[in-house]
């Protein structure tokens, strides 16, 4: 996850007093704005629940009025303590960390707690309506979708809730996938204000083994073939003429499982692919078509006006990566609850070139923090597999109650709408570099 908070506001409480809020982006769009005795209380509540875990140094309490340039520090202070929990895994799956920012979300855009529908499309844009509260989170949603379709529990989080806009050209570009701390349905609402989106089921796993789990279930087998189909269309799975051909037969005649079984032999099976953008490798200035997929980032690179090269980067050689975000006050408008809509992003990972030589390579995109958030999600799959862990079910995770989450009036109740300025840096370490082997290399 990218946790960022690009700028502040000043804001008035009911009795006209001023104070300072931060607002805290999440994955490149605007999720909350808190105010510093919010946050200050919520690291009190994970000092309290995981006192055995080292913490990262927060900012302390000040009792004179803040300058400028301390409000500043003050901001970049919380923002690298939110980066560092964040990152631990035993915090951030917990019931305090999600409620946080599920009640921040949910206080910040005064959304009361309702019984409202919300829609979720499949790939072939097959729409299923379900019924929900308006605060519920990704996971309650993701399984009343599952729930509707008659999924087994079982194979319920093989599949996730992802943000989608429909581009000028009517194509739609994944945004990200949900989280666990925000609710779909104010997400959606807030996204809307800058384009039009959707949300979607998509598959969520990497590993083609685990597809075979579910080729022998009806459901699950469907939203594979959907979304099989709709890669190949756009483009995204490329198969030779003869390949294409005989899909097109298998999918007259309806046999979705063979149709499954030779789209998986297929070139970027699979893969989510990128928008064209520019990388410093081989030379400076690069363009290049990035994709995710089999444990790797796939290079293919533009050399001349007639020549691609391709490469692969895997993620068990990368040792950690960043994503660097540079904005101004003159291009850093971001609409409420939409991406950073003008800033640069830059992904940057280090790379295992051969044995003993590490490089960085840069990747110039606005589509940055989602390759991030596929890099960690392949590397979070390939560690437990390795470990032997089972994909999660329901009945395995504790169900949050958003009433439940302690109101605190240190939320600001405003969206927001200054302009970020300067640049600011998520570092994540890879953990599966820690497994690599001379095979690797």
Same mark, same amino acid.
């Given at each position: @996850?990218?946790? #960022? ?49 080292? @913490? ?37 799956? #917990?019931?305090?960390?999600?409620? $946080? $920012? ?22 072939? %844009?097959?729409? +299923? ?29 093989? $599949? ?8 000028? %050209? ?6 990200? &996938? ?19 989106? /959707?949300?979607?089921?998509? &598959? ?69 692919? $990128? ?19 089999? /444990? ?30 540079? @904005? ?8 409420? %609850?939409?991406?950073?809509? &003008? ?19 840069? +990747? ?13 999600? @392949? ?9 032997? &862990? ?52």
């Amino acid at each position: @996850m990218h946790f #960022s908070i690009p700028d502040t506001q000043d804001l008035k409480d009911e009795t006209g007093s001023s104070y300072t809020s931060f607002n805290i982006h999440i994955n490149g769009v605007f999720h909350c704005s808190v105010r510093y005795s919010a946050l200050h209380q919520f690291h009190e509540q994970l000092k309290k629940e995981f006192g055995g875990l080292s @913490m990262p140094p927060f900012p302390p309490k000040k009792f004179l009025s803040l300058t400028p340039a301390k409000v500043d520090e003050r901001r970049q202070l919380l923002e690298r303590f939110i980066q560092m929990v964040s990152q631990d895994p035993q915090i951030s799956n #917990s019931d305090t960390f999600n409620g $946080f $920012f599920l009640k921040a979300q949910q206080e910040t855009q005064k959304e009361a707690s309702e019984a409202t529908s919300l829609d979720v499309y499949l790939m072939n %844009g097959h729409k +299923i309506t379900i019924k929900i509260m308006s605060t519920d989170q990704t996971e309650d949603v993701l399984e009343a979708v599952a729930s509707q379709i008659e999924l087994p529990d079982e194979f319920v989080y093989y $599949f996730g809730l992802f943000l989608v806009q429909k581009e000028d %050209g009517g194509d739609n570009s994944i945004v990200r &996938k949900l989280q666990e701390f925000e609710s779909p349905y104010i997400s959606l609402k807030y996204a809307s204000n800058v384009g039009t989106h /959707r949300i979607v089921l998509r &598959k969520s796993i990497w590993d083609l083994t685990y597809e075979d789990d579910l080729l022998d279930n009806k459901i699950a087998m469907n939203l594979l073939y959907v979304q099989a189909v709709s890669d190949i269309e756009r483009q995204w799975t490329l198969g030779t003429k003869e390949q294409l051909r005989h899909l097109a037969t298998l999918q007259q005649r309806g046999s979705k499982r063979e149709y499954l079984r030779l789209a998986r032999t297929m070139k970027y099976y699979g893969y989510i692919q $990128f928008k064209p953008c520019v990388t410093d490798y081989p030379h400076p200035h690069s363009r290049v078509f990035v994709a995710a997929g089999h /444990r790797e980032l796939n290079f293919r690179i533009q050399t001349d006006s007639s020549t691609m090269k391709e490469g692969s980067f895997k993620i068990t050689r990368m040792r950690c990566w960043r994503i660097t975000t540079s @904005m101004s006050e003159s291009n850093g408008e971001i609409g409420i %609850g939409g991406q950073l809509s &003008k800033a640069k992003l830059e992904l940057s990972f280090e790379y295992l070139m051969a044995k003993d030589t590490l490089k960085w390579i840069t +990747i110039t995109t606005d589509q940055a923090i989602l390759m991030s958030m596929c890099l960690q999600s @392949m590397v979070d799959e390939l560690i437990m597999k390795k470990q032997g &862990k089972k994909i999660k079910k329901p009945q395995d995770r504790s169900k949050l109650d958003p009433r439940s989450v302690q109101q605190d009036n240190g939320y600001s109740g405003k969206s927001a709408d200054g302009n970020p300025k300067g640049k600011n840096k998520t570092f994540v370490e890879n953990n599966a570099f820690d497994t690599i082997g001379d095979d690797d290399l």
